[in-house]
């Protein structure tokens, strides 16, 4: 599966859009883009994934780059409830099984 | 619907001792995963059990084990705990196995050996 890269940590005012930078250059054509959150003491929380397109969910928006080398996650509207660990990770649909392996995420703080 | 639930969410053990953990899938998901999480090597796969099988494995020594009942519910077990395994264990669930559905994870069991 592709490495991604992601900013270490981010901060956000609430209310504004959070946008999430995601670089994933070596992905492969049959390889997804997935978001993942975790919050304080809780498991990770699935959020949304794309392969080419732009999707959008109730929770964000993913904006995949053309070349399909880079991403953004965009949380329209942050609240203070969206203060967590971002991941962004790649994998191959039909991988076997559905292991993940997390890297060290973005941490997001949302300030009033 | 309820969420991936664990039991138990907080566990201490002495070195040496094994342990078993629960975990209890979304209704109607029958793959269950269970991950170790640690501060300094993040989120890694342990194994994957679907409709009683063991689907996948990831590269834990095989005082690592796990099984899964024909309810779908999941067990994972360590023997001879070492200070290492101090970690939180996550479950996640999904509808199926190798597709690109989402995992639905649980709390968490915070294991602490000493």
């Known amino acids: 599966d592709a490495k991604t890269t992601q900013p270490t940590s981010m901060d956000c005012a609430e209310g504004r859009a959070a946008n999430l930078p995601c670089n994933h250059s070596?992905?492969?054509?049959?390889?997804?883009v997935y978001w993942y959150r975790q919050i304080h003491s809780q498991g990770p929380q699935y959020i949304i994934h794309?392969?080419?397109n732009n999707e959008t969910n109730e929770m964000a928006s993913l904006i995949i780059t053309e070349d399909r080398k880079s991403s953004t996650l965009i949380l329209p509207h942050a609240t203070l409830r969206d203060t967590a660990v971002y991941y962004c990770?790649?994998?191959?649909?039909?991988?076997?099984?559905?292991?993940?392996?997390f890297g060290g995420g973005t941490r997001v703080l949302v300030k009033p | 619907k309820a969420g991936v639930t664990q039991t138990p969410r907080y566990l201490i053990k002495t070195r040496g001792q094994q342990v078993t953990l629960s975990c209890s899938p979304i209704?109607?998901?029958?793959?269950v995963s269970w991950y170790q999480q640690t501060p300094g090597q993040g989120l890694q796969f342990l194994f994957e059990?679907?409709?009683?099988?063991?689907?996948n494995k990831g590269n834990f020594p095989g005082r690592f084990s796990g099984r899964q009942f024909s309810n779908s519910r999941s067990e994972m077990n360590v023997s001879t705990l070492e200070l290492g395994d101090s970690a939180l264990y996550l479950c996640?669930?999904?509808?199926?196995?190798?597709?690109?559905?989402?995992?639905?994870f649980g709390p968490g069991t915070r294991l602490t050996v000493t």
């Open positions: 794309g392969l080419k």
């Open positions: 209704s109607g998901h029958r793959s």
């Open positions: 990770i790649v994998i191959r649909d039909r991988a076997a099984g559905n292991k993940l392996t």
């Open positions: 059990y679907f409709s009683e099988t063991q689907r």
């Open positions: 996640a669930s999904s509808l199926r196995t190798g597709s690109s559905y989402e995992q639905y």
């Open positions: 070596t992905i492969s054509g049959n390889e997804y």
